[in-house]
């Protein structure tokens, strides 16, 4: 089973937040998900980006890939270095 680090659309039409969760690399976008681990907000300036460090480490380090764009959120977050 991969798992992935990637994001979770809600919010209402043409108004995106995003939540930044765990998942089965095979479920849908905003299907089932195993742990949520912070939220993003692109409609604030500056972007709001609020993500627990803690658990995405141990994530990663369990195996779990963030996709280009969580991982890019990741480090302006500060939760990772690379």
């Known amino acids: 089973m991969a798992v992935k680090i990637r994001l979770k659309r809600i919010?209402?039409?043409k108004a995106p937040y995003y939540r930044i969760v765990v998942a089965d690399s095979r479920s849908p976008r905003?299907?089932?998900?195993?742990?949520?681990?912070?939220?993003?907000?692109?409609?604030?300036?500056?972007?709001?980006?609020?993500?627990?460090?803690?658990?995405?480490k141990t994530w990663m380090k369990n195996g779990a890939q963030p996709t280009e764009t969580v991982r890019s959120l990741l480090k302006k977050s500060g939760a990772i270095d690379e």
């Not at 912070?38 to 609020?50: E, K, L, M, R, S």
Request: no cysteine; charged share 30%.
């Open 30 to 56: 905003d299907g089932k998900f195993i742990e949520e681990i912070g939220h993003y907000n692109p409609n604030t300036d500056p972007a709001q980006i609020v993500v627990d460090a803690e658990k995405a």
């Open 11 to 13: 919010g209402a039409k």
